[in-house]
């Protein structure tokens, strides 16, 4: 596609810019991709039509407008591959849904394996995958590179390829369209989306919440769903709930524009992952940096780790430039996977630990999270993702799966 | 343009030939590719992105939004470069690009190196107030650094005329030079742009070391060099952009800005004929000085503001220009190839238009502090009405900033300020030196800039004034996003792509901010500008990897017996860095059949095989044995001396973290194994847990991993082979029991002999000291010869290991496996603390669903069920399928001669008996889930 | 790119050194509920603003010690030994 | 190891050595540098060389002892002196190998690998600090004014040679970039 020619599938119209009312049935805090889904959700399956957005910035301007769009379903456990390929049918219909071109491109992810080890896992995850009714396929490293032919194979590299697992349905989206796509859905069926509103409290009375605090007054709320990603910590103390989250810089990049020639690419063992974006920019992450931070902002190192072992993956690349860092805060759980559920606090509701990997999420998210809201109950597909799994011991973890994030 | 026959900073004794989309054309050595481009009259270098417009070069620097170009051939082809930073050489080789880089598939033999650097005061720029700082700061004896991106130094005095304390400009940069290499502490670095500011001061800089010289002069020097400095102190000098204006048809080639006139002047020798100089504000006037004292026709001087009343205005005046105030460009026109012939020109207040034809439309908008650096540190910046710019705002610690880049327009300002700013990082780091004084220039006082930013369409089409020329967005654009809600610069940007091209809105982002605060009635300085990120100028991957590639990107981790492996003809495999011998094929065999040779020599004759990798700890300590008990699930102090004891570690979740043996050598010393991979980990997890937990204990550690070299000696004959190598030590069962371990001499090499066995087979693991573990190596095949002694290699120790049931952590755990998962419930310790224990008792933890560690035997004898399977009850249910667990470890087994393997399935050994199977695409084989144990259940091989 | 200054050696660069999490969490005894021992295992402050976390020198001396970290600024106020506490540090 | 002859710099292996490791506490530190000989064990970021040894600081209560190869009677003086409860002390001459890097140039050569930093103000002769060479731990140990030595686990040693060497061949102006 030609460079600039995305920005033209913009519609004339997005949102109104209403301000506050009173009160709403359902208050959302937090416009990115899984509030925003959720927001559509609610008044598009459940018909409750009296709900805001709330949001500090701008819609998106959190971990939304910064991830590097990977869309897969090939996770390890059963309750995540059953939620994570609901997302992804998801996907396939949203173009069409939400009638606006959000350019999903099933390209392929192509996870590469490069010792006995990650050969091994990577089995573990395929037979597992398609047993659960998720796509993946093994392709030794004469496969991967008949797939993807600027992959150095190699067998002189420190890690050479040994091969990878392949999930064809898997690809990418542009991100900023979601966010207007979503945006503008939500707006059309009544949602009232309300930008520059900082949640700074919650009123809480015998154990319920009735309303919110904000920099734009207070607004009452039948009930309420934290959709706060990176910021979850800071607003659940608000609500005095206690998360077992970390909140932590997660960084990516941009290559200026170069002619198309990739699909998603990740590796585990060398930490990167690569995909090229509509316009023709390649885009990077990482592993993320260890510490607690809001600053937006990760560290040098990581980048220059990731592109030695990126030009040994691609040593092609060794002259684009890099155009553009930038990092988000993830909010990471100790397994690696989200918490959607209810709280202690009646009616009040959480979404949020998507960390590394919740873009691929935003659809089946939004509709799970709206489900357990209007019912006050979780759907079966989120049950598992409770929050008291940390008490019980229940975790589901993923680590294995998002070991280079994406 | 046309080149001047004298004149600029060139060198004319050298000309160079290049070539540019395959034509070869000339210029000289001084010229940049830009430069030469004008000089060769080459005015249209590109087409626009979305619009396929004609477009030119609009500047001399690092404003330039459209000249990019494709350089280089072969492997060192560098899409997307910015032409006016391209010095030319002999031979360059370059390219108008069609919107996207080609990347050539071809070997870059171009060097990328780093270097590491620390300062006392790092200086970002090399203009007069740069030049200023590191003198004052160097003087006094701090270690400076200071860096600019052109060849030479001098910034903004290389395209103007200045006066320092009365003589031209230049001769000042040329002694403030020769006095900064003089100075021991002081280096200066040509050709660097700082394109990173990091937490604490990290300034990270891109040299450009070799790129400008001819191909043939760069071998053996790096391409480029990426520095990391460090620097107790940084100030940034890094000047200010002009920027542009805003009116139908501004962006045809033909069309700079006001000071990249002077640039192409004064360092290129490069005029017009007839200018229209158009202007905010009164840096621009010096354009008209310049280029009218050097023969060019001024064929209009316009200044939208309503009157001038400045320094240089006023002199213009004097001079006999004629200046038109409030009057304004409100369109161009172009011949047949779109480029620039002629201005329209029209005043603000209205009124009819007039045609002034020209071949160089000089713009300036007004001046943008260069403050990328600083917004990369997340420093504030705020709006001035005086300047109508964004200014610096509260101060990042250890950071300062002057000159231009401070709004300090005028060069007296600057030389001042850099000089201040010099001396006060300097003292604050508590330098005293020499103070030299400051060097004067007389400042014109400045009028104030015009906050015009945008000329109006007369006819209301707005899709032709450009506000991103790279990436070709007007303000038509800029309504449409406004009319569909968008408010916020940040939704613009992502609405337009504004500023998300390789000049990443140096040059559109402040009048974008304003068209949408024009477009919405807000506050400019309320609306902003979208951010700034890192790098401040874009650099090849392949810096950033630098040396990091090849045999440099890791450590290949071997142990001393790597070569015997590498004689016998291993075949290698990564154990994270470490290179392990994973079979030994002989001619004519392959992976099964040297792993089945393996096996049977090990449970029928003697094998040896490298185990250096390990890890080793060795504990010391009157609570070394409390530490232990700590650590492990199961009893360590209950060990005597001289005895060994499996034993395994969870993390604090109650999940396996670790095995391995651990060996009492005196009451107060152990000596403790991890495997391969957790050498490190374990390591520091012991430490961490002495030093904050338990900092009451009185243990010390220390890592011996590679003080020792580690090779069992395996099988029925290991005794036979092993007695005439030791002297004194007695290795009858009685003496050295299974679970033994004794210090003595191995082949003449001290050693540490232990009676463990990870294969079930009678086993002696004898440790010598790391470099003598070739020796020992070669010692043992030596003695062995006459039993046929065989290297093994971790896959048949897979097998083997296999075979009696025993885990590998890692492959038949993962991090929901417990101890009472893997089996090992027996190594649970009731009658102690250990860390994670807390955590098994959770209801989680505790159900009899969980799944737990089986063995399989397949239906099929001859099908090795692939590692990684899953297994269900009903291999004809829909997806999604109800999983019952999976294979972790699958082989055939010489031993059983069947395929057989380890597997963790729901219920665990409640499922004895059962019969799942294995879906795959290609069939669903039938398993038999047994006990985990296939081979010498009751251990009487290892005891023997 | 942090660089930290170890108590022992002096700044060094972040990657000498591995991060350990929330400074000052005291171990509960093991006889506490399950929502205690999942508060100590996975809940952590994340606070905006200055947070007194724990470093080890992995790569130099291996020593463990604390700094105090604005996770909003990356500022680093504070290095100190694990025997004293974030306020009567220096 | 071929050792690099160049204009400003040279790098060689060093002969094996006599290596002990020693953590001792507080109250015994006088008496381990009593053995050895010394006045008081070296301080933070120091060596003390004395009667052909070398005595290394690690970390607050860890240090390294460097003595001519063979003398592997370090171990048990040392232990003594120390006092079993005091301490340990740990034989660890094959657990590291020395590299010794000299000439005008060697700071540059380690300024493309090592981030530490090495101007006189800073570190000296005397000066002995663990860092890391690229992706590896060494012990750096400044003997004098142009001479390091570097200490390195012998799995790693290949490769600190490695970018050793290529940091001769940068600053000696014929390197190579060999991918
Ligand atoms: C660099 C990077 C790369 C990634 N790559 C991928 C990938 O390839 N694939 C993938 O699937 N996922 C990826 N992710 C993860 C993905 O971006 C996130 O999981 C997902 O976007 C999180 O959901 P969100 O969009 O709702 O979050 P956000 O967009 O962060 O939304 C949270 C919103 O809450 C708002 N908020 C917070 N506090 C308050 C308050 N007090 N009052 C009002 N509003 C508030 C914030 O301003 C923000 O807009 C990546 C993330 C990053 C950072
Ligand atoms: N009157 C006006 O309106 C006006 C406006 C702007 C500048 N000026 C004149 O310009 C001069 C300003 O002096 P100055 O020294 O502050 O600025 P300068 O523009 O002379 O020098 C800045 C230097 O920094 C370099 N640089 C910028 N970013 C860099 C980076 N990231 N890495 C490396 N180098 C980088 C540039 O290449 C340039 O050489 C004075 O002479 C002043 O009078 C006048
Ligand atoms: C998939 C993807 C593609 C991007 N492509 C570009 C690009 O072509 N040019 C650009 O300047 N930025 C690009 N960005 C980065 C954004 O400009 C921006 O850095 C990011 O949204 C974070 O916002 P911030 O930098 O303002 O904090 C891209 C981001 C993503 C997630
Ligand atoms: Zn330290």
Known sequence: MHPNEHALHNPEFLWRNPDPKPSYDVVIVGGGLHGLSTAYHLARNHGIKRVAVVERGWLGNG??????????????????????????????????????????????????????????????????????????????????????????????????????????????????????????????????????????????????????????????????????????????????????LQSAPLQALVSDIVEPMLPCVVSNALHVYVSQAHKGELVMGAGRDPYTSYAQRGSFHILEDQMAAALQVFPIFGRVHLLRTWAGIVDVTPDASPIVGITPVEELYLNCGWGTGGFKATPGSGWVFAHTIAHGAPHALNAAFSLDRFETGALIDEHGASVAVH | MKRRPSGGLLDRDRALRFSWDGRTLSGFAGDTLASALLGNNVSTVGRSVAQGRPRGVMSAGLEEAHAFAQIGEGGATEPLVRSTGVELYEGLVARSLSIRGVLSPETDSGRFEKRYAHADVMVVGGGPTGIAAALAAGLQGARVVIADEGPELGGALLRDRYLIDGRPAAEWVRAAGLMLAGLPEVRVLPRTTAFAALDQNGIVLAERVSQHLPIADRSGLADRRLWRVRAKQVILATGALERPLVFPD??????????????????????????????????????????????????????????????????????????????????????????????????????????????????????????????????????????????????????????????????????????????????????????????????????????????????????????????????????????????????????????????????????????????????????????????????????????????????????????????????????????????????????????????????????????????????????????????????????????????????????????????????????????????????????????????????????????????????????????????????????????????????????????????????????????????????????????????????????????????????????????????????????????????????????????????????????????????????????????????????????????????????????????????????????????????????????? | MLLIRCPWCGEREETEFRYGGQAHIATPRSDVDDASWARFLFHRDNPAGPFAERWVHIHGCRRWFHIVRDTLTHDITRSYLPSESPEDAG | MADSEGMAVRLQSLPQATQVGFRVTLASQMSAANALGIPALPGVNRFIGAGGLLVLWLGPDEWLLIAPDGMVEWESRLRNAIGADQGAVVDVSANRVGFELSGPAARDVLASCCALDLHPRAFGPGGCGQTLIAKAQVILAQTDLETYRILVRPSFANYVAAWLEDGVAGVQGHAKADL
């Not at chain 1, 069409?96 to 390209?107: K, V």
């Not at chain 2, 060097?439 to 007369?458: K, N, Q, R």
């Not at chain 2, 040059?507 to 919405?520: D, E, F, L």
């Open chain 1, 63 to 244: 971990n939304a407008v910064r991830n590097t769009t990977i869309i897969r379903s090939n996770y390890l456990r059963d309750e995540s591959a059953a939620l994570y390929e609901h997302c992804l049918k998801l996907w396939e219909v949203w173009t069409e849904e939400l009638d606006y071109e959000i350019l999903f491109s099933q390209r392929g992810v192509l996870t590469l394996n490069h010792n006995l080890h990650e050969v091994r896992e990577g089995h573990r995850g395929m037979y597992s995958n398609q047993l659960n009714g998720v796509d993946s396929e093994w392709l030794d490293a004469q496969a991967v590179k008949e797939f993807c032919p600027i992959v150095n194979t190699s067998a002189d590299l420190r890690y050479p390829v040994a091969g990878g697992t392949l999930q064809r349905r898997g690809g990418i989206a542009r991100h900023d369209a979601v966010v207007f796509a979503l945006a503008r859905a939500a707006d059309r069926l009544g949602v009232d989306l309300i930008q520059g509103c900082e949640v700074t409290g919650f009123d809480i009375q015998r154990g319920r919440v009735t309303g919110l605090v904000t920099t734009k007054g207070r607004i009452g709320a039948g009930k309420v769903g934290l959709v706060g990603a990176g910021r979850t910590p800071l607003l659940a103390r608000m609500a005095g709930i206690e998360v077992p």
């Open chain 2, 250 to 944: 501004n962006d045809r080639p033909g069309i700079m800005l006001a000071s990249a006139a002077r640039a192409y002047l004064h360092r290129f020798a490069l005029t017009p004929e007839r200018i229209v100089v158009f202007a905010t504000n009164d840096d621009a006037y010096r354009t008209v000085f310049d280029l009218h004292d050097a023969g060019v026709v001024i064929a209009a001087v316009l200044d939208a503001r309503d009157e001038a009343t400045g320094g240089l205005p006023r002199k213009a005046r004097q001079a006999g220009f004629e200046i038109e105030t409030g009057a304004v460009v409100t369109g161009t026109i172009g011949d047949q190839d779109g480029v620039l012939q002629a201005v329209r020109v029209a005043r603000l207040a209205g009124g009819g238009e007039r045609l002034v034809p020209c071949d160089l439309l000089a713009v300036s908008g007004g001046w943008d502090p260069n403050l990328n650096l600083h917004q990369q540190r997340r420093g504030a910046t705020r709006w001035d009405d005086r300047l109508a710019t964004f200014l610096p705002g509260a101060a990042v610690p250890m950071q300062t900033i002057v000159g231009a880049a401070n709004g300090r327009y005028g060069l007296n300002d600057c030389l001042v300020g850099g000089r201040e700013a010099g001396l006060a990082a300097a003292a604050a780091l508590g330098f005293a030196g020499t103070v030299v004084p400051a060097p004067s220039a007389g400042d014109e006082a400045e009028g104030e800039h015009a906050s015009v930013w945008h000329i109006t369409a007369p006819d209301g089409d707005e899709s032709r004034s450009f506000i991103d020329l790279h990436r070709d967005v007007t303000v038509a654009g800029v309504t449409r996003a406004l009319g569909a809600g968008v408010r916020h610069v940040e939704h613009v940007k992502r609405y337009t792509l504004i500023g998300t091209g390789v000049e990443q809105g140096r040059s559109a982002k402040v009048n974008a901010g304003r068209a949408v605060a024009g477009g919405i009635g807000l506050d400019f300085a309320q609306v902003g500008v979208s951010s700034g990120r890192p790098p401040a100028e874009p650099v090849p991957f392949a810096l950033l990897a630098a040396r990091s590639r090849g045999a440099l990107f890791e450590p290949v981790r071997t142990t001393p017996i790597h070569p015997a492996h590498v004689a016998l003809g291993a075949v290698f495999e990564d154990a994270g860095q470490w290179k392990r011998a994973r079979y030994y094929p002989r001619p004519g065999e392959g992976m099964s059949e040297a792993v089945v040779r393996e096996c049977l020599a090990v449970r029928n004759g003697v094998a040896l095989m490298d185990a250096s990798t390990l890890g080793k700890i060795d504990v010391q300590g009157p609570d070394s044995a409390k530490f232990l008990d700590r650590l492990y699930t199961n009893r360590i102090g209950t060990l005597k001396p001289g005895r060994a004891r499996y034993g395994l570690m969870c993390r604090l979740d109650g999940v396996v973290f670790d095995d391995g043996v651990v060996m009492r050598l005196e009451p107060n010393r152990f000596f403790v194994t991890t495997t391969t991979g957790n050498a490190g980990p374990v390591m520091e997890w012991m430490e961490q847990h002495l030093q904050t937990e338990w900092p009451d204990l009185r243990v010390w550690l220390t890592s011996v991993t590679e003080q020792w070299a580690t090779v069992p000696l395996v099988g029925p004959r290991a005794r036979e082979v092993l007695a005439p190598l030791v002297v004194g030590m007695d290795l009858s069962k009685e003496a050295f029991p299974f679970m033994a371990v004794k210090d003595g001499v191995v082949a003449g090499l001290p050693a540490r002999v232990a009676r463990v066995s990870f294969s079930g087979e009678l086993a002696f693991e004898v440790s010598v000291a790391w470099d003598q573990g070739l020796a020992l190596w070669d010692a043992l095949l030596d003695a062995g010869s006459a039993y046929a002694i065989t290297p093994y290699g971790t896959e048949a120790l897979d097998v083997l290991r296999t075979e009696k049931g025993y885990i590998i952590v890692g492959q038949d755990t993962d991090a929901t496996t417990t101890p009472a998962d893997a089996g090992l419930e027996w190594m649970i310790a009731q009658d102690k603390d250990f860390l994670g224990k807390r955590s098994l008792e959770r209801p989680a933890m505790q159900r009899t669903d969980r799944k737990g560690l089986v063995g399989i035997l397949p239906d099929d004898p001859g099908v090795v069920v692939p590692e990684g399977c899953h297994l269900v009850a009903d291999p004809n249910e829909a997806t999604p399928m109800t999983i019952l667990g999976h294979i972790t470890s699958s082989f055939v087994s010489p031993s059983i001669r069947r395929s057989f393997g380890l597997a963790m399935v729901t219920g665990g050994r409640a499922r004895v008996g059962q019969r799942l199977y294995a879906p795959m695409m290609n069939g669903a084989p039938a398993v038999t889930i047994v006990d985990p144990v296939f081979y010498d259940p009751k251990g009487a091989r290892r005891d023997g």
